[in-house]
Every structure is written in C-alpha cells, then in structure tokens.
C-alpha cells in the first residue's frame, strides 16, 4: 500500500471567526510546512486553535488572511485528498464496520470490490479481521477509533488528518493503537498531521513537532525529532524521549501554560 506524497505550505494564515458584531483571532498568522510523507504533529494547550489550523488545511474553513499550498498549487477549497480522523469515531450504528469503512468510498464512486480489499487489508493492521460484520455497539473498547482511523484511510488519500483521536484510550488501548498505527503509516507513505494535547504521543509518532501557543494559536518552536522507528510507548522514559518532552514542557513553561 503506497500513496502519492504530497506537501503543504502554510504561509501567514491565520482565521478569524466573527461573533456577534465582534470578530475573534482564532488561530495564526502562522507559517510552517509538511514536507511529502512527513508525520508532523501539532500540540498544544486545549481551544487553542488546533482544531481549527486542521480545517484550514482541509479547506473545511477558509483561510481568513495568508495563503495554503497543496504541492505547490494554492488550497481552491474543499480539498478533496485527504482522510480526516476526528476525535470521536463517528461510526453509524446501523451499518457494519466495513459498511462503515466504505463509507468514503461509496461517497468518491470509488470500485467497490477494490475499496472493500483495502479495508479488510486495514482491519488486519489493527487484528480487527473477526469484527468486520459486527455493528459498532458490538465492538471491545478501543476498537470503534481504529475502524474511524481504517474509514479514512480507505481510499488511499494523499494526506491524513487527524484531530486528538486517541485521546479517550486507556493506556492499554493507546499501546495496542500506536504500535499498529506507525506500522499501518510507514508502509502507506502518508502525509499526516495530528493535532494533540500529548506529548508522548506526539514524540512516538511524529517526525516533527511544532509547539502552539494560547488562542490566538501560533507556532512558538518546532522540533525535530530523531529516535529510529517503530516507537514503542514502553519506552517513554528513556532519556532521548524524556529529553524532547522537557523541550516541550520547557515552551509551554514560557508562555505561562505550565506552571
């Protein structure tokens, strides 16, 4: 499994939402870029515009000043090639998780027969196989976020977006997800973004970091981060992760978001 890479270039935008007869800096100017097949992780503190940079990139909202760059051509929104993962799963209750995986499909007029391959290769990453006739309530724990992960991912979209989608596993679920998420992104070449509030989560899975501030969300540092891969969360403690999450923390301290 292997996607085009694509590459964005985020240039000064920033979004204001209007409120009453007011408006309101929701997030930027900010500038950054995600280089082709880079993972590259947004953290920062809650309501500070996360959420809202991700649907900026979807074209989902429009950019409100600055400009977005999708390989080189100017975001015309919405973006079509994209998987968006949010932070609840969302599945329909009536359908089967492979009726729900295809849901992207059936939308796209993409083959049938090809998408629903693609999906049962998806529920084998995550040993999800024996479920794929069952309805969502029959899911275990943990189990409905990965079919939402294998529902965005099931058209092979050049860019994966996700907004704080493991945040309610326990930590058991949240081992079992990351080992067989970076597994499932390394071979399919994906460009991704996550938006999150966890820095260990962040380290494990991310190429790169960039840190935000406080609504109105700016970028304030993005780190680089070279551990070799797979990143096992048992592993959290070392002194190489250790080390990237005191940067972190070390930013977060400045801006008065940790004490």
């Given at each position: 499994m292997s996607t085009p890479t694509l590459r964005i270039q985020v240039d000064n935008a920033h979004y204001v939402r209007a409120i009453g007869r007011e408006s309101q800096i929701?997030?930027?100017p900010v500038s950054f870029d995600i280089k082709g097949g880079e993972f590259l992780s947004i953290i920062?503190?809650?309501?500070?515009g996360k959420t809202s940079l991700l649907k900026m990139i979807a074209g989902i909202l429009q950019v409100t000043g600055g400009e977005i760059r999708i390989s080189g051509a100017k975001l015309n929104p919405p973006c079509r090639d994209?998987?968006?993962?949010?932070?609840?799963?969302?599945?329909?209750?009536?359908?089967?998780c492979m009726q729900n995986i295809l849901l992207h499909a059936e939308m796209r007029g993409a083959d049938m027969d090809l998408s629903r391959n693609r999906a049962r290769r998806l529920l084998a990453w995550f040993g999800?196989?024996?479920f794929e006739e069952r309805k969502p309530h029959e899911l275990p724990p943990g189990a409905a976020q990965a079919i939402s992960i294998c529902r965005a991912l099931v058209h092979e979209p050049s860019l994966l977006l996700m907004d704080e989608p493991l945040r309610?596993?326990?930590?058991?679920?949240?081992?079992?997800?990351?080992d067989g998420f970076q597994r499932l992104w390394a071979e399919s070449g994906t460009t991704a973004m996550l938006c999150t509030c966890n820095m260990h989560e962040a380290v494990l899975l991310s190429d790169r970091i960039a840190v935000m501030s406080p609504r109105p969300g700016r970028i304030l540092e993005i780190l680089s981060i070279?551990?070799?891969?797979p990143r096992?969360?048992?592993?959290?403690m070392t002194p190489q992760i250790a080390d990237y999450c005191s940067r972190i923390r070390t930013v977060f301290r400045a801006q008065g978001i940790l004490p």
């Open positions: 929701v997030v930027g920062g503190p809650a309501s500070c994209f998987g968006l993962v949010p932070h609840e799963p969302a599945l329909l209750p009536w359908r089967t999800l196989s024996r309610s596993l326990n930590p058991l679920q949240l081992e079992q997800m990351l070279d551990l070799p891969r096992r969360l048992d592993k959290t």
